[in-house]
C-alpha cells in the first residue's frame, strides 16, 4: 500500500510583536502551532491579559486564539519557520538602523543552532532595502548558527503591507509578495501564507525583488504626497485652496489622488530613506526620493509659520490630535509633535488634545501634557485639526464655536470641516 506523503506541519514562531506581528501572528494561528515571541516582557504580559495596545487586534479574538506567547528565547529552538517581524528604524541622521533585524537574527541563529530543524525557513516582514536579509541576515544567521544557509536552513521574505487603523485592508485580505531563497522554499511559503489571505499571492523572483516592491510602495506614495505638499506650498501664495484644486483636478480619470499633509510615523516617512542610502552605497545619489523626503519634512515648519503669520503674537492654541494619523494610538514619528515644537519656537502657548494617544507617551517622547477633556477646553485664538480622528471629524458648529474665541482661527491641516461648520467671526484656514 502507498501513502502520498503529506508536507509535515509547520511550527512557526514570530520574532516581534508589533503592529505588524502580532494580527500576523493571530491569523497564523489560525492554521499552525504558532509562537509569538518578543523581548518587551512588558508587551507580552499584557497580551497575555488580552491587552493589545495598538488596537490591531480585539481583546476576545487574543483570548481565543491559539497563539503562545513568550519573551524567554528557550522557547524559540524546534520550529520551521521563523518569521521575523522587528522595527528598521532610522538614525538622527535618516540612515537605517538595522539593530532590532540584527539582534533578531542573531536570536534565530541561537534557536537554529539548539535545536536545527531540517529546511528550516527564515522570513523577514520587516521592511529593509533590498539585500539586506540575504547580504547581512543571512550571515549573522550562519555566524550564530553554524550551519550553512541555502543548505541546513533557507531565507524568504515577505514585504507587510498592513495599514494601522484600516479594518478593510487587513493582514487576512490582502495580496501577499513572497519570495524563497529556492523555487522548493519559496512554495512551502506560498502554501503557507496562502492559509491566511483570501487576497492571493504573488511569488516575486528573488528576495531582492520583494524588498525592492515594498520599498517603493512607499517610497511612491512619499513622493506623491510630497508633490502634494509643494503645490500646496505654491497654492497657499496664490491665495487658493489646495483641496479645491485637487477635488476639481481629480475628476479626471488618471489624476492621482493624495493630500496634502504631514508625513510622519515608521513606514512612509522612514522607508524612503533605506532605498536612497542603498542607493548612495551604490555610487547614486536618489534626488527624487530625497526631494521628497525633504519637502514632507519640512512640513511642519511650514504649516507652523503659515499658521503664526495668520494670528496674534502669543496666542493661545489648541492642537487636534498627536498620532502620526488618524484613528490610530501610535505616536511614533509624529510630525505634529514637531508642528508644536515649531509654534511654541514662535512664541505661542500651545496646548494639545488626543482621544487615543497614550498620555504617557506624549510625555515621555515628547514633553507633551495632553489635556484630557476635550469637552472643557475653549476660547482659543487658534483650533488646528492635525489629525483627523472620527472624534473631530464628528464636531459640529457649536463645538467649534466654543472651542475658538469670535475672531479667532481655525486651521483645519486635512480639511475636515472644510466647507461645513466654521462659526460666524472666525478666520478659516487650510492647505
Ligand atoms: N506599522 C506598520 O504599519 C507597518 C506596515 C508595513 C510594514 N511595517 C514594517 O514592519 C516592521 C515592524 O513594524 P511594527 O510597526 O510592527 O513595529 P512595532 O514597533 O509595532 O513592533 C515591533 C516589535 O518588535 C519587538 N522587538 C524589537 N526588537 C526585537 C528583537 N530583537 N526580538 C524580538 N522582538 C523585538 C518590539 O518589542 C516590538 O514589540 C518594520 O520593519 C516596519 O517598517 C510596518
Request: charged share 25%; with cysteine; hydrophobic share 40%.
Amino acid at each position: 500500500m502507498t501513502a502520498s506523503a503529506s508536507p509535515p506541519a509547520e511550527t512557526i514562531a514570530v520574532i516581534g510583536l508589533g503592529y505588524v506581528g502580532l494580527p500576523l501572528a493571530v491569523a497564523l494561528a489560525r492554521h499552525f502551532d504558532v509562537l509569538g515571541f518578543d523581548i518587551d516582557q512588558v508587551r507580552v504580559d499584557e497580551l497575555r491579559q488580552g491587552e493589545d495596545r495598538t488596537r490591531e487586534i480585539e481583546p476576545d479574538a487574543l483570548r481565543v486564539s491559539s497563539l503562545r506567547l513568550s519573551a524567554d528565547p528557550a522557547d524559540l529552538p524546534g520550529k520551521t519557520v521563523y518569521i521575523v517581524t522587528v522595527p528598521t528604524p532610522v538614525d538622527d541622521k535618516n540612515a537605517p538602523d538595522l539593530g532590532p533585524v540584527r539582534a533578531a537574527s542573531r536570536t534565530v541563529g541561537h534557536a537554529l543552532r539548539q535545536a536545527p530543524m531540517p529546511q528550516a525557513v527564515v522570513v523577514y516582514e520587516s521592511t529593509v532595502y533590498p539585500g539586506v536579509t540575504e547580504d547581512i541576515c543571512g550571515p549573522i544567521l550562519e555566524q550564530e548558527s553554524g550551519l550553512a544557509c541555502g543548505r541546513d536552513f533557507f531565507l524568504g521574505y515577505s514585504p507587510e503591507r498592513i495599514n494601522p487603523g484600516d479594518k478593510v485592508h487587513t493582514v487576512d485580505k490582502i495580496t501577499k509578495v513572497v519570495a524563497g531563497q529556492t523555487p522548493d522554499i519559496a512554495a512551502r511559503l506560498e502554501r503557507i501564507y496562502g492559509k491566511i489571505t483570501s487576497g492571493g499571492i504573488h511569488l516575486a523572483p528573488t528576495i531582492k525583488t520583494a524588498e525592492a516592491a515594498k520599498v517603493i510602495e512607499n517610497a511612491q506614495r512619499d513622493i506623491n504626497i510630497a508633490f502634494v505638499n509643494e503645490i500646496a506650498m505654491i497654492f497657499g501664495k496664490l491665495g487658493i485652496s489646495t483641496y479645491d484644486v485637487l477635488e476639481a483636478a481629480g475628476t479626471k480619470w488618471n489624476f492621482l489622488k493624495f493630500q496634502p499633509g504631514l508625513v510622519g510615523g515608521h513606514c512612509i516617512g522612514v522607508d524612503p530613506y533605506y532605498l536612497a542610502h542603498r542607493a548612495e552605497e551604490l555610487g547614486h545619489h536618489a534626488r527624487i526620493i530625497l526631494s521628497g523626503r525633504a519637502i514632507n519634512d519640512g512640513m511642519s515648519a511650514y504649516i507652523g509659520e503659515a499658521i503664526s503669520a495668520r494670528i496674534r503674537p502669543s496666542s493661545n492654541i489648541l492642537v487636534l490630535g498627536l498620532t502620526f494619523k488618524e484613528d490610530v494610538p501610535d505616536l511614533r514619528n509624529s510630525k505634529v509633535a514637531d508642528l508644536i515644537g515649531s509654534l511654541r519656537r514662535l512664541g505661542h502657548k500651545v496646548s494639545v488634545h488626543d482621544p487615543l494617544a497614550d498620555p504617557h507617551e506624549a510625555q515621555h517622547e515628547y514633553g507633551v501634557m495632553l489635556s484630557p477633556r476635550l469637552d472643557q477646553l475653549a476660547d482659543f485664538d487658534a483650533v488646528i485639526a492635525a489629525v483627523p480622528h472620527q472624534q473631530y471629524r464628528a464636531i459640529n458648529r457649536a463645538e467649534l464655536a466654543r472651542l475658538v474665541r469670535d475672531g479667532g482661527m481655525v486651521a483645519d491641516l486635512k480639511g475636515i470641516w472644510r466647507g461645513q461648520k466654521i462659526p460666524a467671526g472666525r478666520q478659516y484656514w487650510t492647505l
